[in-house]
């Protein structure tokens, strides 16, 4: 999907929450216009202008943050706890102090300062990392620039998000430390719980001596950034393999630190016996670098081939594929455009349309819409998919809110059903407490506000938390595994997260994911995005053999996505309503895709292949992994180097034929079977094409002449994929 903070806060979290990124965070109002808005009058307070924040925060005392946000409120709540200092920032937070500190607080220019208030649109509420500083009092006279306070930062040690720390290797003894392997980490349930810190220059061996210096016998680094530290060994329930922990470090890029709520554990003293041969990456100290290891699956130029599809299991019970659809990305939709995604996507085997939905009230016009569009087409479903990222999920009236809309929609004809029962997901969820107190607490009851509205409801959320706990949690009837759609690593995706998911869930229902792609390219300035998940080894096709080889444990799958254009696997057209994604989507259709989606959602469904006709299909990546573009606007993605340089194509032949396939200068040629067929070409400069040949005589052609042209040396990066089809 696209692009994800758990709390959606642009100008960074806050300094005392635990909220950690996801890796992807959405962007749900593609033509939200942040503007600097009229300046309020409020008595006791005056405006003391724009100015910095950052990590540790110009005003740490005390912050909140709440989805009515206005000047008002943040001064009077500021005012309240004996502060007089407020700022304002991200649309939603607010800060409280009595002095600037940190070094912050330096007076910028109010277009700085361009977040309109989520709880006023006419005020302002600061931007990223900008505040909007109120200071109680009088204003003066003269009006001067704010002097910041020489208050140096602290470096937290407690298990909040701490702030932001620069650790160079130069301050930093030597500590040896022995690497125990790979383990699962969640945000309720920590696998080191001692102190913890943040850096931007984070290495393993950092990350070590820092927790040795606090007397911690147990350092792991997570999410590349951070590292944690603790007294206590791993449980060994939470051991996973190595290729969950494949995040580059902030410090150094040829090692890894940790992944998404995966945690490089490293021992420092008093260490286990044993250590796990499977697990065991070599030891690191502060003055070595252990590199990571990086798979390179290219083929040579002279191409490769993988022959066939296995035939598909039996299997009982209704299957269903749906397609993730970014509401966020709607703004300028009318029934008939939606009608038109609905007749593409049934055309290509999809059975509905999952509505990751937000907080923007336009949305739910739109909503609107695709359900009446559904309901006009007959067979199509639709069902929710509550992104509580943007939502927010903290009080009971987030969930009086989220059940109102479920409940307005659950006895409309295109509600999609699973057992008689309506269909309810989410984006995200680990962190919802509802006001409750805890998110079991918290999702329990809003299941109980669901019956109470008459919706007898099957919730299957995608939630990051610990998978042991699953088969207790019994607020959900199945759960969705988000990140089974990419292999996390530098090689090609296999089903082992499913079967983790699957065998924690027991007798409780599973949804698989599958995506064509991951790449999003957004600077510090904007979402700060820019890595790629590994999309090669036909990637959608690799992944729906898998799914149809699962068909007998999985009746429902969901498509990542069909219009999240910020992360690049959209299989749908092109629409105008991009989040700020054109520097990499323009130009780069993905339709030709859906071709592949069709052909293999009938063996998914119905057990059988539909009849073979001759048809290719062509994707690749518009320059190599390891160019050097002309004016960059971002840096290079993180996990570029876990790519290949080809051309991928997948095939479908009536009959047997000769197949060749040409990018640039490079061409190769099989004689190949009926069936399907998935072939590669090493990537070479200029256009690329194909052609099927049977008896003498071309049954199908493609050149991409005068649409697309592989290029040496682009202006920028852009690992998106190219897709066409003949």
Same mark, same amino acid.
């Given at each position: 999907?696209?692009?994800?903070? #758990?709390?959606?806060?642009?100008?960074?979290?806050?300094?005392?929450?635990?909220?950690?990124?996801?890796?992807?965070?959405?962007?749900?109002?593609?033509?939200?216009?942040?503007?600097?808005?009229?300046?309020?009058?409020?008595?006791?307070?005056?405006?003391?202008?724009?100015?910095?924040?950052?990590?540790?925060?110009?005003?740490?005392?005390?912050?909140?943050?709440?989805?009515?946000?206005?000047?008002?409120?943040?001064?009077?709540?500021?005012?309240?706890?004996?502060?007089?200092?407020?700022?304002?920032?991200?649309?939603?937070?607010?800060?409280?102090?009595?002095?600037?500190?940190?070094?912050?607080?330096?007076?910028?220019?109010?277009?700085?300062?361009?977040?309109?208030?989520?709880?006023?649109?006419?005020?302002?509420?600061?931007?990223?990392?900008?505040?909007? #500083?109120?200071?109680?009092?009088?204003?003066?006279?003269?009006?001067?620039?704010?002097?910041? %306070?020489?208050?140096?930062?602290?470096?937290?040690?407690?298990?909040?998000?701490?702030?932001?720390?620069?650790?160079?290797?130069?301050?930093?003894?030597?500590?040896?430390?022995?690497?125990?392997?790979?383990?699962?980490?969640?945000?309720?349930?920590?696998?080191?719980?001692?102190?913890?810190?943040?850096?931007?220059?984070?290495?393993?061996?950092?990350?070590?001596?820092?927790?040795?210096?606090?007397?911690?016998?147990?350092?792991?680094?997570?999410?590349?950034?951070?590292?944690?530290?603790?007294? %206590?060994?791993?449980?060994?329930?939470?051991?996973?393999?190595?290729?969950?922990?494949?995040?580059?470090?902030?410090?150094?890029?040829?090692? /890894?630190?940790?992944?998404?709520?995966?945690?490089?554990?490293?021992?420092?003293?008093?260490?286990?016996?044993?250590?796990?041969?499977?697990?065991?990456?070599?030891?690191?100290?502060?003055?070595?670098?252990?590199?990571?290891?990086?798979?390179?699956?290219?083929?040579?130029?002279?191409?490769?081939?993988?022959?066939?599809?296995?035939?598909?299991?039996?299997?009982?019970?209704?299957?269903?594929?749906?397609?993730?659809?970014?509401?966020?990305?709607?703004?300028? !939709?009318?029934?008939?455009?939606?009608?038109?995604?609905?007749?593409?996507?049934?055309?290509?085997?999809?059975?509905?349309?999952?509505?990751?939905?937000?907080?923007?009230?336009?949305?739910?016009?739109?909503?609107?819409?695709?359900?009446?569009?559904?309901?006009?087409?007959?067979?199509?479903?639709?069902?929710?998919?509550?992104?509580?990222?943007?939502?927010?999920?903290?009080?009971?009236?987030?969930?009086?809110?989220?059940?109102?809309?479920?409940?307005?929609?659950?006895?409309? /004809?295109?509600?999609?059903?699973?057992?008689?029962?309506?269909?309810?997901?989410?984006?995200?969820?680990?962190?919802?407490?509802?006001?409750?107190?805890?998110?079991?607490?918290?999702?329990?009851?809003?299941?109980?506000?669901?019956?109470?509205?008459?919706?007898?409801?099957?919730?299957?959320?995608?939630?990051?938390?610990?998978?042991?706990?699953?088969?207790?949690?019994?607020?959900?009837?199945?759960?969705?595994?988000?990140?089974?759609?990419?292999?996390?690593?530098?090689?090609?995706?296999?089903?082992?997260?499913?079967?983790? !998911?699957?065998?924690?869930?027991?007798?409780?229902?599973?949804?698989?994911?599958?995506?064509?792609?991951?790449?999003?390219?957004?600077?510090? %300035?904007?979402?700060?995005?820019?890595?790629?998940?590994?999309?090669?080894?036909?990637?959608?096709?690799?992944?729906?053999?898998?799914?149809?080889?699962?068909?007998?444990?999985?009746?429902?799958?969901?498509?990542?996505?069909?219009?999240?254009?910020?992360?690049?696997?959209?299989?749908?057209?092109?629409?105008?309503?991009?989040?700020? %994604?054109?520097?990499?989507?323009?130009?780069?259709?993905?339709?030709?895709?859906?071709?592949?989606?069709? !052909?293999?959602?009938?063996?998914?469904?119905?057990?059988?292949?539909?009849?073979?006709?001759?048809?290719?299909?062509?994707?690749?990546?518009?320059?190599?992994?390891?160019?050097?573009?002309?004016?960059?606007?971002?840096?290079?993605?993180?996990?570029?180097?876990?790519?290949?340089?080809?051309?991928?194509?997948?095939?479908?032949?009536?009959?047997?034929?000769?197949?060749?396939? /040409?990018?640039?200068?490079?061409?190769?040629?099989?004689?190949?079977?009926?069936?399907?067929?998935?072939?590669?070409?090493?990537?070479?400069?200029?256009?690329?094409?194909?052609?099927?040949?049977?008896?003498?005589?071309?049954?199908?052609?493609?050149?991409?002449?005068?649409?697309?042209?592989?290029?040496?040396?682009?202006?920028?990066?852009?690992?998106?994929?190219?897709?066409?089809?003949?």
């Amino acid at each position: 999907m696209f692009n994800r903070l #758990l709390l959606l806060a642009v100008g960074g979290l806050l300094a005392s929450s635990s909220v950690e990124a996801h890796p992807h965070t959405h962007r749900h109002n593609a033509k939200e216009v942040e503007k600097r808005a009229t300046t309020p009058t409020i008595a006791g307070w005056y405006y003391a202008g724009c100015v910095t924040d950052g990590g540790a925060r110009a005003l740490p005392a005390k912050n909140k943050l709440d989805g009515k946000m206005t000047a008002e409120m943040c001064t009077s709540w500021c005012a309240s706890a004996g502060y007089t200092y407020a700022g304002l920032e991200a649309r939603n937070q607010c800060y409280c102090d009595n002095s600037l500190k940190n070094g912050l607080g330096v007076s910028v220019a109010e277009s700085d300062c361009n977040y309109v208030c989520d709880g006023n649109n006419s005020e302002a509420c600061g931007g990223y990392y900008r505040l909007n #500083l109120w200071r109680a009092g009088v204003a003066p006279t003269s009006t001067k620039a704010i002097a910041p %306070s020489t208050t140096p930062a602290k470096t937290s040690t407690t298990t909040s998000k701490p702030a932001t720390t620069s650790t160079t290797a130069a301050s930093v003894p030597t500590t040896a430390a022995t690497f125990l392997g790979c383990y699962s980490d969640s945000g309720s349930d920590r696998t080191l719980t001692g102190g913890s810190m943040e850096s931007y220059s984070l290495t393993p061996a950092t990350c070590s001596s820092y927790c040795s210096s606090k007397g911690f016998a147990y350092a792991g680094t997570s999410y590349g950034k951070q590292c944690w530290c603790g007294n %206590s060994v791993p449980a060994a329930r939470k051991q996973s393999t190595v290729a969950s922990c494949s995040y580059a470090c902030t410090g150094d890029k040829s090692e /890894t630190c940790g992944g998404f709520y995966y945690l490089d554990v490293y021992c420092l003293k008093n260490c286990p016996a044993t250590v796990s041969t499977s697990t065991v990456k070599a030891s690191t100290t502060s003055t070595t670098s252990s590199a990571a290891a990086t798979t390179s699956n290219s083929s040579p130029a002279a191409g490769s081939s993988v022959l066939g599809a296995a035939a598909p299991p039996a299997a009982t019970g209704t299957k269903a594929l749906y397609a993730h659809h970014m509401v966020g990305n709607t703004y300028s !939709y009318t029934q008939a455009i939606w009608a038109d995604d609905i007749n593409q996507a049934k055309a290509a085997g999809i059975d509905g349309f999952a509505l990751n939905y937000g907080r923007d009230s336009w949305q739910v016009p739109r909503m609107n819409d695709a359900y009446a569009a559904a309901k006009a087409q007959g067979s199509f479903k639709l069902f929710l998919s509550m992104d509580v990222s943007s939502l927010g999920c903290s009080s009971a009236n987030d969930a009086v809110n989220m059940v109102n809309t479920i409940a307005s929609y659950a006895n409309n /004809t295109a509600q999609a059903k699973y057992n008689g029962k309506t269909i309810v997901s989410t984006f995200a969820g680990e962190d919802c407490t509802f006001g409750q107190g805890s998110m079991n607490a918290g999702w329990t009851y809003f299941r109980t506000l669901l019956a109470n509205k008459g919706v007898s409801a099957y919730f299957v959320p995608a939630v990051f938390s610990d998978v042991s706990t699953f088969k207790g949690d019994t607020w959900m009837d199945a759960e969705f595994n988000w990140n089974g759609a990419w292999p996390m690593g530098s090689t090609a995706l296999d089903t082992s997260s499913d079967t983790t !998911y699957m065998n924690a869930l027991g007798t409780k229902g599973y949804m698989a994911a599958v995506s064509p792609a991951f790449f999003t390219y957004y600077s510090p %300035s904007s979402y700060n995005k820019d890595w790629i998940y590994r999309s090669d080894d036909w990637l959608l096709a690799r992944r729906m053999e898998q799914l149809i080889a699962m068909r007998n444990k999985v009746d429902l799958a969901e498509i990542i996505s069909w219009n999240d254009y910020g992360e690049s696997h959209y299989i749908g057209p092109i629409r105008a309503d991009q989040p700020n %994604s054109q520097g990499w989507t323009n130009g780069m259709p993905h339709t030709a895709w859906l071709s592949v989606v069709s !052909y293999y959602a009938q063996a998914f469904k119905s057990g059988s292949y539909p009849s073979a006709n001759d048809q290719m299909v062509f994707w690749t990546r518009p320059h190599p992994k390891a160019a050097n573009p002309t004016n960059p606007t971002v840096s290079r993605p993180t996990r570029a180097d876990a790519t290949d340089d080809l051309l991928y194509v997948w095939l479908v032949l009536k009959a047997p034929a000769t197949v060749t396939i /040409t990018s640039g200068t490079n061409t190769a040629s099989w004689n190949l079977n009926a069936g399907v067929n998935k072939v590669s070409v090493k990537s070479g400069a200029g256009a690329i094409g194909g052609k099927i040949v049977r008896s003498g005589a071309t049954v199908k052609s493609y050149d991409s002449t005068g649409s697309f042209s592989y290029t040496l040396t682009p202006k920028d990066y852009n690992y998106n994929y190219f897709v066409a089809q003949a």
